[in-house]
């Protein structure tokens, strides 16, 4: 499912999809956003990039279940004001369509080097934590097929069967129920960069 770069931003396009599979994958999805998001990833350095872990808080630890590096980002409404706008729009109208209370959202850019990978994972399991509704947005150039790094979403029944893959290009957005799909990032053969978020209920 695709919008064209002259389309305004749809989260009702969205919330279609996620009824009826659960997940979306739009093309051209915030126009605009793509050389914000670009242009603000620019702004960090290697140094500012920390080895991702696995957990929260305390509890978080560092493994091989993934190599990605990230970088949070604390004020998203100024650093990339039309991509905020945008998940605002989307949680505004997933609480309306799925009664889900979204109150905050976080994000972080994601750096996956050559060999880079996240081996398959929940982002909240079911009836624990507060993420509910997962997002990731791709900021890749002229991504090829041969470049690796996919998105492999899996069948929620079934964590062996996968349902989707997904090509990590430019200005592709995937939004998914942060409990129901299992997924992995298969590795890269080349610096792979993502915007990667989550609506939360209140804490």
């Known amino acids: 499912m695709s919008l064209s770069s002259g389309q305004a931003f749809n989260p009702e396009v969205i919330i279609a999809a996620l009824i009826d599979k659960g997940y979306a994958v739009i093309d051209c999805a915030i126009p605009g956003a793509l050389a914000e998001c670009r242009q603000a990833l620019q702004q960090v350095s290697d140094g500012d990039l920390r080895r991702a872990g696995v957990g929260r808080g305390q509890a978080q630890t560092l493994n091989e279940v993934r190599r990605d590096k990230i970088h949070w980002l604390a004020n998203a409404e100024h650093s990339i004001p039309l991509y905020a706008q945008a998940m605002e729009a989307l949680r505004q109208a997933a609480n309306q369509a799925f009664y889900l209370g979204l109150f905050d959202f976080e994000c972080h850019f994601a ?6 990978f996240y081996q398959k994972h929940w982002d909240a399991f079911r009836g624990e ?50 409990e129901l799909f ?22």
């Open 129 to 178: 934590g507060n993420r509910r509704l997962s997002t990731i947005y791709y900021l890749n150039d002229a991504w090829q097929t041969r470049d690796g790094g996919e998105l492999l979403v899996y069948d929620q029944d079934n964590a062996d069967s996968v349902i989707e893959t997904v090509v990590p290009m430019g200005g592709r957005l995937v939004v998914f129920f942060s």
């Open 182 to 203: 299992p997924h992995e990032v298969l590795a890269a053969q080349k610096p792979r960069h993502s915007l990667t978020g989550w609506f939360r209920l209140r804490q």
């Open 111 to 116: 750096r996956y080097d050559a060999g880079d």
